[in-house]
């Protein structure tokens, strides 16, 4: 029997025990449960086998959520900083400071004023954000951290077929694939539940391929192990096409831009060359060409270890190629596609937020979609700012020409590359407004911080990695004087003078325009409401109440002037690195999440921050299990314990990036991706040195806590 389904307006005695079946927090697999209600405080979470996803499945994460909302370091008053210090004050005063610290700034130059969102939010809030930047601020610069995580994958997606959904079919699709290959992608540590669509390949027959420099644990369940160099997925790629073509495998379902030369380039990667640059040998190499090219249904995968570097665009167009050009792209079971990490990457990149977009996944340099949305905000189309910075621009922007800054739940402190450099840029504004629910090392930093809300003390609807819309119900009030994001930033354009467009009656209102802002856009989400959001889930595009909802996306003809896709040349450095030369690449592990701003401070999530190497690297180094060694890039150092990893590469050192001490002190802030901006975090050249020694030689550079101000 299914849960029943409680609204935010019921109206029920505070001791009555209900049920409220709402979306997990983390991920984007965006798992349904149910939470127990007793005397208003939620006590319990039961999965749900109706998950139209997840099927009864939640992985630690989810199931250790409750502690989150308990903690006591739970903000529920605002805190302004007074005399170096964050004391709290009441909602009236921390307005006035709104009031008094932007309103000049905003006279005087609005693009002083920026605005740093999230792939955390719901869609509501990500479309309320856009509009409260451009409508409210009238400033260019809005981003959010979802560029640090599918922005290569999605930019490769819209230039290629005009078109971004992560994937563009059911993830049930994974059961009948033949071949997978899972390109810098950690599904069990990162997406636990998706790893039953995997093992229920596995019992059909299919070949699964880990593509990944460590040995990692979706790598043992999959069974096939492709150790190669961090950064050169592209050139793999470009190797198996080479193959396909010499093979008679080239099969386009469609036509398309850019046949002939992408084949061309092809032509300059054979075995030997691919074998070398991605340092792996050339039978292993040659027996995945193999497997591809007798597959009926090859699925490629990609996740953040293929995508985050300063030539992951280029990497997606090179597998995006080799998908179209054998006629696997758009086919069920098979094709490409990419496992967006954050609970609502999808919806979150969709909906304006982004610097370059519109609500429904337009574009704001489109003249026609300006006019749309201005037309619904009533507004004039040249009162819309074109794009601005990116995220790391904009943040290594402030102090300069960006004087304050509005952060939204995130934490750039830890995610951003070159996270020593940001929290100087960030110390150096006027004015740092965050609005958080847990005091993150952000937070801390703040000359305001504002209490906002967590995942089940506000509606919305968040739309997984599949574009599947569900829908997040309220099940409990913030505590204290917290109060839902969506009622703060409303709070915040009428202090700033510029409350029109911002006076919603009810969180309902808010919604309904929502909806209503995506119609005719390629993210058309009109057909939709929380009554067909209670029914049943839908995947986007839906634009029509009474009509089907769009399981599989990427069907030609594509949403492109002429219906075409077009396919780009990858341009991709060459790896001749020298063999005593170390790679320092970063990701995740299992129980902890994006930032840790919750799961480090969750009992149950307990996990170590270590350096991660191969035993010979290690000996090589005179370093064993448990050693501090000190590891320094161009951009900084830090110090962590050593773990022996035999299923790494030996030029290749992982880091977790969980941590404010860690992996991101040594990314680079400067150098990114030409084409959507992202930095280049999964390869920087790294020297080692134990502990001792560095000591003993200089001092270190950016270890350690954020300095408060």
């Known amino acids: 029997m299914s849960a029943p389904h409680v609204s935010a307006s019921s109206v029920l005695p505070p001791a009555v025990p209900r049920l409220v079946r709402t979306t997990c927090p983390y991920c984007a697999v965006q798992c349904n449960f149910d939470l127990h209600i007793e005397n208003n405080l939620p006590v319990k979470i039961t999965p749900t086998k109706e998950c139209p996803v997840a099927h009864g499945t939640v992985c630690k994460k989810g199931l250790a959520a409750l502690s989150d909302l308990?903690?006591?370091?739970?903000?529920?008053?605002?805190?302004?900083?007074?005399?170096?210090?964050?004391?709290?004050?009441?909602?009236?005063?921390?307005?006035?400071?709104?009031?008094?610290?932007?309103?000049?700034?905003?006279?005087?130059?609005?693009?002083?004023?920026?605005?740093?969102?999230s792939g955390s939010l719901t869609n509501e809030k990500t479309y309320l954000l856009g509009k409260f930047a451009r409508l409210a601020l009238k400033t260019a610069n809005i981003d959010y951290n979802g560029r640090y995580c599918m922005a290569s994958a999605s930019t490769a997606l819209n230039r290629t077929v005009g078109y971004d959904r992560g994937l563009g079919f059911p993830l049930s699709d994974m059961g009948t694939s033949d071949l997978i290959l899972l390109v810098g992608a950690n599904i069990a540590e990162t997406l636990p539940p998706i790893m039953q669509y995997l093992k229920a390949a596995k019992d059909r027959g299919a070949l699964v391929y880990a593509i990944d420099p460590r040995a990692t644990?979706?790598?043992?369940?999959?069974?096939?192990?492709?150790?190669?160099?961090?950064?050169?997925?592209?050139?793999?790629?470009?190797?198996?096409?080479?193959?396909?073509?010499?093979?008679?495998?080239?099969?386009?379902?469609?036509?398309?831009?850019?046949?002939?030369?992408?084949?061309?380039q092809a032509d300059d990667y054979p075995p030997a060359r691919v074998a070398h640059e991605c340092g792996i040998p050339e039978s292993d190499f040659l027996a995945l060409a193999h497997a591809y090219a007798g597959a009926t249904k090859p699925l490629i995968l990609t996740g953040r270890g293929a995508e985050q570097h300063a030539h992951g665009t280029d990497t997606v167009h090179a597998l995006l190629n080799l998908a179209f050009l054998t006629g696997h792209f758009g086919k069920p079971g098979g094709g490409y596609g990419t496992l967006t990490g954050q609970g609502n990457g999808q919806g979150g990149r969709e909906h304006g937020q982004k610097t370059d977009q519109l609500p429904g996944a337009r574009s704001l340099r489109d003249p026609r979609h300006r006019a749309e949305i201005a037309a619904l905000w009533n507004c004039d189309p040249a009162e819309l700012p074109q794009p601005g910075r990116s995220a790391q621009e904009l943040?290594?922007?402030?102090?300069?020409?960006?004087?304050?800054?509005?952060?939204?739940?995130?934490?750039?402190?830890?995610?951003?590359?070159?996270a020593g450099f940001v929290t100087e840029r960030l110390q150096a504004l006027k004015h740092l407004i965050v609005i958080d629910f847990l005091p993150s090392e952000t937070a801390q930093l703040a000359t305001l911080v504002l209490p906002g809300s967590m995942w089940c003390e506000e509606e919305g609807t968040t739309t997984n990695l599949e574009g599947r819309v569900q829908r997040r119900r309220k099940a409990i009030t913030a505590p204290g004087a917290a109060r839902e994001d969506w009622r703060i930033l409303c709070d915040l354009a009428h202090a700033v003078g510029r409350p029109k467009g911002f006076e919603y009656a009810t969180f309902r209102d808010l919604q309904d325009e929502f909806f209503r802002a995506t119609r005719g856009g390629k993210a058309d989400y009109s057909g939709l409401s929380a009554e067909r959001l209670d029914r049943a889930s839908?995947?986007?595009?839906?634009?029509?109440?009474?009509?089907?909802?769009?399981?599989?996306?990427?069907?030609?003809?594509?949403?492109?002037?002429?219906?075409?896709?077009?396919?780009?040349?990858?341009?991709?450095?060459?790896?001749?690195?020298?063999?005593?030369?170390?790679t320092l690449t970063t990701g995740r592990l299992g129980n902890q999440y994006q930032s840790g701003t919750q799961t480090r401070r969750n009992a149950g999530l307990r996990a170590e921050n270590t350096a991660q190497m191969h035993p010979d690297t290690a000996r090589q180094h005179g370093l064993k299990a448990g050693d501090a060694v000190t590891l320094k890039t161009a951009h900084g150092s830090t110090t962590l314990p050593v773990s022996i990893t035999p299923g790494i590469r030996p030029d290749t050192v992982f880091l977790p990036f969980h941590w404010p001490e860690t992996a991101n002190l040594l990314t680079d802030p400067h150098t990114l991706d030409p084409h959507s901006k992202m930095p280049a975090f999964k390869a920087t050249p790294v020297r080692l040195h134990p502990a001792h020694a560095a000591a003993a030689t200089e001092p270190m550079r950016g270890v350690g806590q954020p300095v408060m101000r």
């Open 217 to 264: 644990t979706t790598a043992k369940v999959a069974g096939k192990h492709l150790g190669i160099r961090p950064g050169s997925d592209g050139v793999l790629a470009l190797g198996l096409l080479h193959l396909m073509k010499q093979w008679g495998k080239i099969r386009p379902t469609a036509t398309a831009h850019g046949l002939t030369e992408v084949l061309r």
């Open 395 to 418: 943040l290594n922007a402030c102090g300069t020409d960006i004087e304050a800054l509005i952060v939204l739940g995130s934490n750039p402190v830890v995610s951003a590359a070159g």
């Open 70 to 117: 308990r903690h006591p370091e739970r903000l529920t008053t605002p805190l302004l900083r007074k005399n170096g210090e964050l004391v709290p004050v009441g909602w009236a005063e921390a307005l006035a400071y709104v009031r008094e610290a932007l309103t000049p700034l905003l006279a005087a130059n609005p693009d002083a004023v920026g605005v740093y969102g």
């Open 538 to 582: 839908a995947q986007w595009p839906v634009p029509h109440a009474a009509g089907p909802d769009t399981p599989y996306a990427y069907a030609p003809t594509y949403p492109t002037a002429d219906g075409l896709a077009t396919l780009h040349l990858p341009t991709l450095p060459a790896f001749t690195a020298s063999p005593r030369a170390l």
